[in-house]
């Protein structure tokens, strides 16, 4: 298995650490960078288990025939990745075509 995210996706993911801590969810940068590297990390281990859904239509906009997963860093907040699975050469890969939170998209799953 193999797992790899859309250059807009790694873009999102570095900017996010310091979104957070900008935002105040954070009181350390290295504490919300600590978070984002957890997030990534948790998202490479278990994509593959985890229950997927077909995305919605409103997210044809980043690929069709997307799936999610959703992972839940605390009581507040679920991420969610949209992703796209192919096999090539007998391996399962997943390509991360989008990534955000609960906050911000809740209301279009």
Do not use: C
Not at 19 to 35: H, R, S, V
Not at 83 to 98: D, V
């Amino acid at each position: 298995m193999k797992i790899i995210a859309l250059p807009e996706v790694r873009i999102y993911l570095q900017n996010l650490a310091h979104t957070l801590y900008e935002k105040e969810y954070f009181g350390f940068e290295e504490t919300a960078k600590n978070y984002v590297i957890e997030l990534f990390n948790d998202i490479k281990t278990n994509l593959s288990t985890k229950l997927h859904k077909s995305a919605p239509e409103y997210f044809d906009k980043y690929g069709k025939n997307m799936e999610y997963a959703g992972f839940r860093k605390n009581k507040n907040t679920t991420w969610y990745v949209f992703f796209t699975t192919y096999i090539e050469n007998g391996e399962e890969i997943y390509l991360i075509r989008y990534i955000n939170n609960n906050h911000a998209i809740a209301q279009y799953l």
